[in-house]
């Protein structure tokens, strides 16, 4: 059974920095584009970053260009999103998504599969 869990989440003041991980059980992540996804309380879903499959083009929403970092490890399946200078407006739950595709295409609707999701809340 295909899944994509995440970790890593919790509380962390503004200004702070959080590393989410997310294994994928199942299935070999390699072949895909790997992204991140939030949804802020309020908003709709917003793309925070995708990785090509070898990870040789990345992307980042304006919102967390610059502070976040994206990578991965195919040899361990995993995915990370490294966040830095954290702002309120991050807080939101985060989602490992797998893409269709072996490149990111910027669309939500290119990412077939979803983990659960991880808790990340930015407050003083």
């Known amino acids: 059974q295909l899944q994509l869990v995440e970790s890593g989440g919790g509380l962390v003041q503004p200004g702070g920095s959080l590393r989410l991980s997310c294994v994928g059980s199942?299935?070999?992540?390699?072949?895909?584009?790997m992204g991140w996804v939030r949804q802020a309380p309020g908003r709709e879903r917003e793309e925070v970053s995708c990785?090509?499959?070898?990870?040789?083009?990345?992307r980042y929403a304006d919102s967390v260009n610059g502070r976040f970092t994206i990578s991965r490890d195919n040899a361990k399946n995993m995915v990370y999103l490294q966040m830095s200078s954290l702002k309120p407006d991050d807080t939101g739950i985060y989602y490992c998504?797998?893409?269709?595709?072996?490149?990111?295409?910027?669309?939500?609707?290119?990412?077939?599969?979803w983990g659960q999701g991880t808790q990340v809340t930015v407050s003083s």
């Open positions: 990785i090509s499959r070898n990870g040789g083009s990345t």
């Open positions: 998504v797998r893409g269709m595709d072996v490149s990111c295409s910027g669309s939500l609707s290119r990412y077939a599969d």
């Open positions: 199942g299935f070999h992540l390699g072949p895909y584009a």
